[in-house]
């Protein structure tokens, strides 16, 4: 199985528990503002890897990973724009017996499978905005496929970390964040929020 990937990387409590290896896929159907990868954009702009030399690569690191409590992140870009790539990229990890983590928008909630999302410990939903309105001036896309996503989740049960990205004059209007804050409060799958800083 191969996929187009902008990178990887190791890092340490932003993109799941513990030491994480983080595979940055290529391709993105959203602009937002203030995208910290918009090198991951296209995928074109990627390098064509198979599951298999990613998992070589993984491996690499898979002791160290395990005894700093890590795991493995499929980020972007937007895996699920690769959706076989990336279920094929978590199965093979959790049958490996290492934590997983899928980071996504959302917007292409469909097209992750039950199948996919039982090999997912850990969904990072990125919410950029609950104000519809908000979404597409931030994203140029709509807020209503992540919201059906998120209630997915929900009625699965799976564990999910809501990420909000909070951008003074663009996502922090009181009636945006306080819509957001009580739509995540209903949802019962929640682990916790993360409130990250805009980086320019």
């Given at each position: ?5 902008s ?16 595979v ?12 910290q ?16 030399e ?34 094929e ?17 959302g ?17 990072l939903l ?9 979404y597409?001036?931030?994203t140029?896309g ?13 009625e ?45």
């Amino acid at each position: 199985m191969n996929g187009s990937v902008s990178s990887w990387d190791l890092s340490v409590g932003v993109d799941g528990p513990g030491t994480r290896f983080v595979v940055f896929t290529a391709g993105c159907p959203l602009r937002c503002q203030y995208c910290q990868n918009p090198e991951t954009w296209r995928m074109r702009d990627g390098r064509q890897v198979t599951v298999n030399e990613l998992m070589d690569e993984i491996g690499k690191y898979g002791r160290f990973i395990s005894v700093a409590g890590g795991g493995v992140t499929v980020s972007g870009g937007e895996p699920l724009l690769q959706p076989g790539f990336t279920a094929e990229l978590l199965s093979r990890c959790h049958a490996g017996g290492l934590h997983t983590a899928l980071d996504t928008s959302g917007l292409l909630g469909v097209r992750a499978t039950d199948s996919m999302l039982a090999d997912t410990d850990l969904v990072l939903l990125d919410i950029k905005s609950y104000d519809p309105a908000t979404y597409r001036r931030v994203t140029g896309g709509p807020v209503a496929p992540t919201l059906r996503f998120a209630h997915r989740l929900a009625e699965l049960g799976r564990p999910t970390w809501i990420r909000f990205v909070l951008v003074p004059g663009l996502t922090d209007a009181p009636e945006n964040v306080d819509g957001l804050a009580r739509f995540v409060a209903g949802l019962g799958n929640v682990e916790r929020v993360d409130v990250l800083p805009f980086h320019r």
